[in-house]
C-alpha cells in the first residue's frame, strides 16, 4: 500500500509542478516526524486500506489522529468519519503508518490534500466526499 501511496503522491504532485519527498513512519512513532512541517500533507494508512488525508503541521496532527482513531478522547473531538471508521473496522493505532511529506505552502499543501482526497478516498474523510464505506 505505501508504494502505491508515494506513486500517487508523485503523480500528483508532478501535476502540481511540485518536487516533493515522501516519509513514513508507524503512527505510534510520530514524534520522529519534524516539527518543523507546518504545511504538510499525511495520509495515514491501516491494514491496506487509506484511512485518512489531512494537513497542517503533521506531528501534531498525528496525536489528535491517534485519538480519534484510539476513541479515546483528551484533546481531540470525534468526527462522522473516525465514528464510522471505529465502528465498522477493527483498525487500531497500533495497526497504522502515516506517509507525509512538506508542501512548504498552504497552498500547495491544500491542493496536494484536496488531490489525494480524491483519488485515494480514504475512509474516515466520508465525511468529506460523501461515499460509501466499504
Given amino acids: ?9 508523485v503523480e500528483t504532485a508532478a501535476f502540481f509542478n ?6 513514513s513512519v ?10 518543523s512541517i507546518k ?17 497542517g503541521t503533521v506531528r ?4 489528535t489522529h491517534i485519538e480519534k482513531i484510539s476513541g479515546k478522547f483528551h484533546a481531540a473531538k470525534d468526527t462522522t468519519g473516525f465514528k464510522i471508521l471505529r465502528e465498522t473496522t477493527n483498525i487500531t493505532v497500533k495497526d497504522c503508518k502515516v506517509s ?15 488531490a489525494l482526497m480524491k483519488k485515494l478516498m480514504p475512509l474516515a474523510n466520508n465525511e468529506t466526499y460523501k461515499t460509501e464505506l466499504v
Fill in 18 to 23: 511540485l518536487k516533493l519527498d515522501v516519509y
Fill in 60 to 63: 501534531d496532527r498525528m496525536k
Fill in 100 to 114: 507525509y511529506m512538506d508542501c512548504h505552502t498552504e497552498i500547495n499543501a491544500t491542493a496536494m490534500e484536496g
Fill in 39 to 55: 504545511n504538510g500533507v499525511y495520509i495515514i494508512e491501516a491494514n491496506n486500506k487509506i484511512v485518512y488525508v489531512g494537513k
Fill in 1 to 9: 500500500m505505501t508504494e502505491h501511496i508515494i506513486n500517487t503522491v
Fill in 26 to 35: 508507524a503512527l505510534s512513532d510520530r514524534m520522529k516526524i519534524s516539527a
